[in-house]
């Protein structure tokens, strides 16, 4: 049976530093939850504290209502997948994922067809006496893979287990091992600093900076409603351009460089400065809107990259769709840039808060 | 045309002529009195002193037979065997458990541990000859091959410590996580994970450690007088008398014991290399 893991409070520290800085989280039972970050931002950290392997040095992980902040590694009844696969080099692949069935004395009439089985999951049996030196990266990995799963856990863990394959490999493996979640409903908790890798494998991911969770929600919901600008950042491309706004009664009038004014939904009252964060692929070129010229145009097949300098010397990035037009337009172009205002995102410029709904 | 010279001079650096001139003179060097032994072995006692250097004029098996004809040939041989396999083991086994827990449990306590155990390596055992001497005598152990166990021991943990821990140090820790998560115990992960994975630097340290071993005279000459409790070094010594010396039956004897040496040796150096490597590229 899989687990909810519980997160209440979580603190980490090493010496004066907060690795972890109390994050809360429910992960639901047999959810696809990823942690995604940018390195030294305690994603490891924090996995590696439902894993056992390190102290929860302030409030309490649970797995449903029982709290395993002093339960050993492995009695918490756990499947864990490495980044370097941590698979046992003088083992073959059957003794391998063999092993954890065996040092958990599950009788050896079992463990032949279990590990069969497990092999088959993943697409090597027929590889089932190599030694791990005569496997590829991909081929090792679903040992590691089938390793974890094999003793039947009831919570997964994989900490960055994509990292060290090649681009075309990663996607494949990322197909492989999402359909074989869905498979066995394993609650699945996954750290990644991929951001494209955590949306396409994801049932929910956390974005983290600094020990802090930043966004918690649907790969969807974050990519087009980012709550604050490290996220609109972090997880794709964001432009982001300095602005005016006055809010009240659900609706913000923006003014951009004194010049561009355009109205948008608001979730609260506010006047003041503000950031308009707005994705490459969400701006457009038009006949009216924020005046600029174009400085650099990529054809990308596709697609059209500009880099579109605007009156106050910014640089902005501008993705246009081949479909969309018929020709590119030229270096020096004096040009408009314009936007949908309900996809675009507004944040309070001190506080970083959200302005936008 | 000029492509082809480089190539070819390029082939001829490659081959490192000036460094193969000086090694085949270095080990002619160390050849040379290695040969001289086995040749004559072969000679009859009369030749050994007519013509030491040459070939035998008439060859002979005579020294090895009257050699395997005494008994007490066996039995220095048995107590030398069971000096080095008793004391290797114990080196490996107790070297390798020790370095484990330092190599993990990393405390201010395991550091001190540790450098204990490498001092070992600074300070000649032989400086404690007397003390050792008169331990034995308490305990009762002379004339036994108990009193050069614990001493063999002492000698080579030190080594075996520094070579072990390095080496575990250098083991991906993940690989201890993953048996740990599988459900192994600390002796479980050692058994089936550490041993396995540092066979080539358990090899370095029992070769390391036999030819020392083997061929100490220092402690057998103290602490055994007793026939039947001698090693073959020990009774070599015997041979070689104030007036006279048995040279025939003595570099026999030496032969034979450099045997089972050279002999592991030879099917323990491709390991052995690789185990003093590969403590050093891991960073």
Redesign the interface.
């Known amino acids: 049976m899989s687990h909810a893991v519980i997160i209440d409070k979580a603190v980490k520290r090493y010496g004066d530093f907060q690795a972890v800085n109390g994050i809360s989280l429910t992960i639901k039972p047999g959810e696809f939850f990823t942690l995604l970050g940018p390195s030294g931002c305690g994603k490891t950290t924090l996995l590696r504290m439902i894993?056992g392997?390190n102290t929860v040095d302030g409030g309490e992980i649970r797995f449903d209502d029982s709290v395993i902040n002093n339960v050993p590694?492995?009695k918490r009844d756990?499947?864990?997948v490495?980044?370097?696969?941590?698979?046992?080099?003088?083992l073959n692949v059957t003794d391998n994922v063999a092993?954890?069935l065996k040092?958990?004395k599950v009788p050896n009439a079992e463990i032949g067809p279990r590990v069969m089985e497990a092999l088959k999951m993943v697409q090597i049996d027929h590889l089932a006496t190599r030694k791990p030196n005569e496997l590829s990266g991909g081929q090792q990995q679903r040992v590691a893979l089938a390793?974890a799963f094999v003793?039947e856990p009831s919570v997964l863990l994989m900490d960055e287990p994509l990292s060290n394959l090649d681009a075309k490999l990663r996607v494949q493996m990322r197909t492989t091992i999402k359909k074989l979640q869905r498979r066995l409903g394993i609650t699945t908790v996954y750290v990644t600093h991929d951001q494209e890798e955590a949306l396409a494998i994801s049932d929910r991911i956390a974005v983290m900076k600094e020990g802090n969770i930043m966004q918690v929600g649907a790969p969807e919901e974050i990519y087009r409603k980012p709550a604050n600008p490290f996220v609109a950042n972090f997880i794709g491309v964001s432009n982001f351009i300095d602005c005016d706004v006055n809010a009240s009664g659900g609706k913000a009038e923006v003014t951009i460089e004194g010049k561009y004014h355009i109205s948008m939904p608001a979730n609260q009252a506010y006047q003041g400065a503000a950031i308009l964060s707005a994705r490459p692929e969400q701006l457009f070129l038009s006949d009216k809107g924020i005046p600029g010229v174009i400085t650099l145009a990529l054809f990308l097949g596709d697609f059209v990259q500009y880099e579109i300098r605007l009156e106050n010397d910014q640089v902005i990035e501008l993705n246009e769709y081949t479909k969309d037009t018929d020709s590119t337009r030229a270096v020096g172009e004096n040009v408009f840039v314009d936007f949908n205002p309900r996809q675009v995102s507004l944040y309070k410029k001190d506080s970083q808060e959200v302005l936008s709904c | 045309m000029a492509k082809e010279r480089k190539l070819h001079s390029l082939r001829v650096m490659n081959m490192h002529i000036p460094y193969h001139i000086i090694m085949i003179i270095w080990s002619f060097i160390s050849m040379f009195p290695v040969w001289i032994l086995i040749i004559n072995t072969f000679k009859i006692r009369k030749e050994i002193y007519t013509n030491p250097f040459g070939l035998p004029k008439v060859w002979t098996l005579q020294n090895y037979k009257s050699l395997l004809a005494n008994a007490n040939f066996f039995v220095y041989f048995r107590n030398s065997f069971l000096v080095v396999v008793v004391s290797l083991f114990m080196i490996l086994f107790l070297g390798s458990l020790c370095a484990y827990a330092l190599a993990h449990w990393r405390t201010r306590f395991s550091g001190g541990v540790y450098f204990f155990f490498v001092l070992g390596m600074m300070l000649p055992i032989k400086i404690a000859t007397i003390r050792l001497l008169q331990i034995m005598k308490n305990l009762g152990l002379m004339n036994s091959l108990f009193s050069l166990y614990p001493v063999y021991i002492a000698m080579g943990l030190p080594t075996a410590v520094f070579i072990l821990t390095e080496f575990i140090h250098g083991l991906?820790t993940?690989?201890y996580?993953?048996?740990?998560?599988?459900?192994?115990g600390r002796f479980?992960i050692y058994y089936?994970?550490v041993l396995?994975?540092i066979r080539p630097a358990l090899a370095t340290v029992a070769i390391y450690n036999l030819v020392p071993i083997w061929n100490d005279l220092w402690f057998p000459l103290i602490f055994i007088t007793k026939e039947d409790q001698k090693t073959v070094l020990l009774a070599v010594t015997m041979l070689q008398g104030q007036y006279s010396t048995d040279w025939p039956k003595l570099l026999t004897i030496l032969a034979m014991s450099a045997l089972p040496v050279i002999t592991l040796y030879l099917l323990m150096s491709k390991q052995f290399v690789k185990g003093l490597t590969a403590g050093a590229v891991k960073g």
Do not use: K, S, T, V
């Open positions: 894993a392997f590694a492995h756990i499947g864990m490495f980044q370097n696969y941590a698979i046992f080099p003088h092993y954890g040092a958990r390793r003793i | 991906p993940e690989l996580e993953a048996g740990f998560m599988d459900g192994a479980r089936n994970i396995p994975l």
